[in-house]
C-alpha cells in the first residue's frame, strides 16, 4: 500500500513538472528517450538481440505515432509559441483557427507515420507470433546515407546477392554503422523491412 502512494505521487509530481515545461523542453526529453531507451533495450538483451530489436522498434515506430498524435490532439500542447507572431492582439480571431489547422495537420503526419510504419511493423510482429518466421538473406549490402544522416539511430540500406535485392531495408539503433559494400547475414521482418540481426561475413 504505501509503495501504491508513494508511485502515485512520483506520477503527480511528475505530470505537475511536464504540464510546466515549454513545448521546447518537452521535444528534448521526448527525443532523449526515444534515442536512448532503445538502445539500453538492445543492450541489455545481450544474445537475445533479435528480441531487443523488436522492441526498440516497437517503442519507435508505435511509441511515436502516438506521441505524434497526443501532441496534436492534446489541449495541453503549446501549438504556437509565446513570442510567435499570431499571439498579438490583432491575431485574437485568426489565431484558434491556425491552431485548429496546425493541430490537424500534426493528426494527420502522426496517422501517416503510423500507416507507414507502426501498421507494417505489428503485421509482422503478429505473425511471428503465429509461428511466420523473418527472412534471411545473405548479400552484399550498400548504405544510403544522407547529409543528415545519423547512424545510431536508423541506418537504411540495400540488401542483394545473385537472386534477390531488397531496398530500403531499416537497422534501427545500431552500436555499429553498417559497413558499405560488405556481405551481411541479415535477418528481416518481411513488411516493414526492419533488420532485427545484421552479421558481417568475413570474406
Same mark, same amino acid.
Given at each position: 500500500?504505501?509503495?501504491?502512494?508513494?508511485?502515485? #505521487?512520483?506520477?503527480?509530481? %511528475?505530470?505537475?513538472?511536464?504540464?510546466?515545461?515549454?513545448?521546447? #523542453? =518537452?521535444?528534448?526529453?521526448?527525443? /532523449?528517450?526515444?534515442?536512448?531507451?532503445?538502445?539500453?533495450?538492445?543492450?541489455?538483451?545481450?544474445?537475445? $538481440?533479435?528480441?531487443?530489436?523488436?522492441?526498440?522498434?516497437? &517503442?519507435?515506430?508505435?511509441?511515436?505515432?502516438?506521441?505524434?498524435?497526443?501532441?496534436? +490532439?492534446?489541449?495541453?500542447?503549446?501549438? %504556437?509559441?509565446?513570442? #510567435?507572431?499570431?499571439?498579438?492582439?490583432?491575431?485574437?480571431?485568426?489565431?484558434?483557427?491556425?491552431?485548429? +489547422?496546425?493541430?490537424?495537420?500534426?493528426? %494527420?503526419?502522426? %496517422?501517416? &507515420?503510423?500507416?507507414? /510504419?507502426?501498421?507494417? /511493423?505489428?503485421?509482422?510482429?503478429?505473425?511471428?507470433? =503465429?509461428? $511466420?518466421?523473418? $527472412?534471411?538473406?545473405?548479400?552484399?549490402?550498400?548504405?544510403?546515407?544522407?547529409?543528415?544522416?545519423?547512424? &545510431?539511430?536508423?541506418?537504411? &540500406?540495400?540488401?542483394?546477392?545473385?537472386? =534477390?535485392?531488397?531496398?530500403?531495408?531499416? +537497422?534501427?539503433?545500431?552500436?555499429?554503422?553498417?559497413?558499405?559494400?560488405?556481405?551481411?547475414?541479415?535477418?528481416?521482418?518481411?513488411?516493414?523491412?526492419?533488420? +532485427? =540481426?545484421?552479421?558481417?561475413?568475413?570474406?
Amino acid at each position: 500500500m504505501v509503495d501504491l502512494l508513494v508511485s502515485v #505521487a512520483m506520477f503527480k509530481r %511528475i505530470r505537475h513538472w511536464w504540464r510546466h515545461k515549454s513545448n521546447g #523542453a =518537452q521535444g528534448l526529453v521526448v527525443i /532523449f528517450v526515444l534515442c536512448t531507451l532503445p538502445h539500453l533495450v538492445i543492450l541489455i538483451s545481450g544474445k537475445h $538481440e533479435s528480441l531487443g530489436r523488436i522492441v526498440a522498434a516497437g &517503442f519507435a515506430f508505435v511509441g511515436g505515432s502516438i506521441v505524434i498524435i497526443w501532441w496534436g +490532439l492534446s489541449p495541453n500542447s503549446r501549438i %504556437i509559441r509565446r513570442r #510567435a507572431k499570431l499571439n498579438r492582439l490583432e491575431y485574437d480571431t485568426t489565431r484558434p483557427i491556425a491552431e485548429r +489547422l496546425i493541430r490537424l495537420a500534426i493528426v %494527420i503526419l502522426g %496517422i501517416g &507515420f503510423a500507416w507507414a /510504419f507502426a501498421l507494417p /511493423f505489428l503485421i509482422d510482429v503478429t505473425k511471428m507470433t =503465429q509461428g $511466420e518466421k523473418p $527472412e534471411m538473406v545473405t548479400g552484399r549490402v550498400t548504405v544510403t546515407r544522407g547529409r543528415y544522416h545519423i547512424w &545510431f539511430l536508423w541506418d537504411l &540500406f540495400t540488401v542483394e546477392n545473385r537472386e =534477390q535485392r531488397i531496398r530500403d531495408v531499416s +537497422l534501427l539503433y545500431a552500436w555499429h554503422p553498417i559497413k558499405n559494400g560488405t556481405l551481411y547475414d541479415v535477418t528481416i521482418l518481411p513488411r516493414s523491412k526492419v533488420v +532485427l =540481426q545484421a552479421i558481417p561475413i568475413s570474406e
